[in-house]
């Protein structure tokens, strides 16, 4: 009896390995740009949640931030709405692992967010917030500047540094890949 519990609950943990796996994607800073085409760093002015049911499908909940700052990538001024799997819509929640933590999004933070184009997420949605918590960072004054807080290992950005040496590392990341 013992034995069949320990195998049982290995093969629990090496199931729940293997999906953990499949889910998160390792992204370093030339690969994120290379799977975006928006990146922006700004304020988060709103935040709203959609509802959407595909047919013959599940109920899912959609949360859409709109950022208005600065491209990244052309130092353009841009407004970007970008959504990520997850929320809470009149009463019905839906939580993703893989979705940022509300401290992360709330109206009014300082962000950088890598966005990219999406399809069949419903008729509200075309773009999202890419690799969900992986694709929103938050960024804080300093007396040098703004800084952008880094994630850690295979986050696109792993460490904090000033919003200026993205910019550069970008620039030089894009150059690199032409």
Known sequence: MKLLRWLTASAA????????????????LQNMISKT???????????????????NDDLLI???????????YDNS???????F?????????????SMPAPSE????????????TVQGWGPDIDRCVYASM?????????R????????GKGFAIEGNQLVSTLISNIAKATSEAK
Do not use: H, W
């Open 37 to 55: 085409d928006v990146a922006v760093q700004g304020t988060i002015t709103d935040v709203r949640t959609v509802k959407y049911t595909p047919e």
């Open 134 to 142: 992986g694709g929103i960072f938050r960024t804080i004054d300093s």
């Open 13 to 28: 943990i090496l199931l729940l390995m293997q999906a953990g796996n499949a889910c998160i994607e390792e992204l370093d």
């Open 62 to 72: 959609y949360t859409i931030v709109t950022i208005e700052g600065t491209s990244l």
């Open 144 to 151: 040098k500047g703004a800084v952008v807080l880094g994630k």
């Open 77 to 83: 001024q841009i407004t970007v709405d970008a959504a």
């Open 105 to 116: 999004y709330r109206l009014g933070n300082d962000v950088v967010v890598f966005s990219g």
């Open 85 to 97: 799997l997850g929320g809470t819509f009149e009463g019905e929640s839906m939580m993703v692992t």
